[in-house]
């Protein structure tokens, strides 16, 4: 992750965080980052790789960066990380239980316990390297977690979320992210309860020898088995392998209505806004897509695609990086937060009319294709100061 980057990732995060708490509250917050398709599209609209597994550790370290400062007034904590910085979630929790009066022991027990049912329970090939735990000032959490498969060069991601948790082994999870490949041990699936219990029992009453009979016993009448009944449907993100951004990436009906809904509020509700030097009708697109992120609906984030038109990607896909406009949708919701805080919604009611519009005009407006569109950002790029890994963005008639 470039610094140039990851600095605006952790400013970005953070004020949209801002704004879904002071609309929604924090509970809302830890429901949406407990969603895959919402979390995917959240790292999309800042930039990160649209359908990276990198996007796991770049919000989960945007937003530590971001909300570490802003935990005594927003009554939210972002602990673990990657590799051995995970392993220092306990240790965090129990800071935190001192200091706000949260029971630090049962949260750290948490945590260890969530990443011993996505490492142990549940055996499915992909080794935990990740564990991020997010928690509120009224002890109510989320976690994210990611696993990788050296083998295969893929990741899966675990969300889990204590609204509705009633049981660690029980079918936990709020939802899981990646392919399904190949059988796996779930010990922690409603329907292992079973297997549990009888697990116990043979380490109770059996010695080592004993259990291996056993074994080898269940295998020979595995193979008549009566089918085990279907598991309750998860929400489940499947990312392509391809890099790119396609059009079959991305619902074009929401992509021209977000373009629209810029188009058409803009000029009506930034109209001081688009009156400073550096801000025109390429900052209220980017706006219109993050207005969405923050008041949209999971149902609308099944193409998290979608969200990489608002500031491009650092790896060109689907366009480099406009800083310029990255910077002035930073200083748009910078100032929409400060004032909303203050009492004075007008520009966070706004920003909330760009998504409403956009929902609205999503039944019957049109536009051109994705090609057209990602071609015409390449155009502008340099002017916008496109950005990638690769360096800065050349003038058009110099490529």
């Known amino acids: 992750m470039p610094k140039w980057l990851g600095d605006r990732m952790t400013k970005l995060g953070a004020v949209m965080t801002e704004a879904i708490v002071i609309h929604y509250g924090r509970d809302e917050l830890l429901r949406r980052l407990a969603h895959p398709f919402w979390f995917q599209s959240f ?4 930039g990160m790789d649209w359908h990276s597994s990198g996007i796991t550790t770049s919000v989960l370290g945007a937003l530590k960066r971001g909300l570490t400062p802003l935990s005594g007034e927003l009554g939210i904590h972002v602990c673990g990380g990657r590799g051995a910085q995970s392993r220092k979630t306990p240790g965090e929790l129990l800071s935190i239980g001192d200091r706000v009066g949260l029971d630090g022991n049962r949260l750290a027990n948490v945590s260890r316990l969530v990443a011993k049912v996505d490492s142990a329970a549940l055996q499915d090939g992909f080794d935990l390297y990740l564990h991020g735990f997010i928690v509120t000032d009224d002890g109510h959490w989320v976690v994210v977690q990611q ?11 675990y969300h889990w979320l204590s609204e509705g948790l009633k049981s660690f082994v029980d079918s936990p999870h709020s939802a899981i992210e990646g392919r399904t490949q190949g059988e796996i041990i779930n010990l922690a699936d409603v329907r292992a309860e079973r297997s549990r219990r009888g697990q116990l029992d043979l380490l109770a009453t059996l010695g080592p020898d004993r259990i291996v009979r056993e074994a080898a016993a269940l295998a020979i009448d595995a193979r008549s088995a009566l089918p085990l009944p279907e598991q309750p449907l998860l929400p489940h993100l499947i990312m392509p392998a391809h890099h790119d951004v396609r059009e079959s990436d991305v619902n074009m009906k929401r992509l021209h209505s977000n373009l629209a809904a810029a188009a058409d509020r803009g ?20 706006l219109a897509m993050v207005a969405e992120v923050v008041h949209g609906a999971p149902c609308r984030f099944s193409d998290p695609a979608r969200f990489s038109l608002a500031h491009g990607g650092k790896d060109r896909h689907p366009f480099p990086v406009p800083l310029k406009v990255y910077d002035e949708t930073i200083k748009v919701m910078k100032s929409a937060v400060l004032k909303g805080k203050l009492g004075r919604e007008e520009e966070l009611q706004a920003l909330r009319r760009l998504d409403d519009q956009s929902r609205q005009l999503e039944r019957y407006v049109t536009g051109p294709d994705l090609k ?9 790029s340099a002017a916008f100061g496109g950005r990638s890994v690769f360096g800065w963005e050349p003038p058009a008639d110099e490529t």
Do not use: H, S, Y
């Open 267 to 286: 000029p009506r509700d930034f109209e001081e806004l688009l009156l400073t030097p550096g801000v025109g009708a390429r900052t209220v697109k980017a």
């Open 147 to 157: 696993g990788m498969n050296e083998d295969k060069r893929q990741a899966r991601r």
């Open 372 to 380: 057209e569109i990602v071609a015409g950002e390449f155009r502008q």
């Open 43 to 46: 790292g999309a609209v800042m």
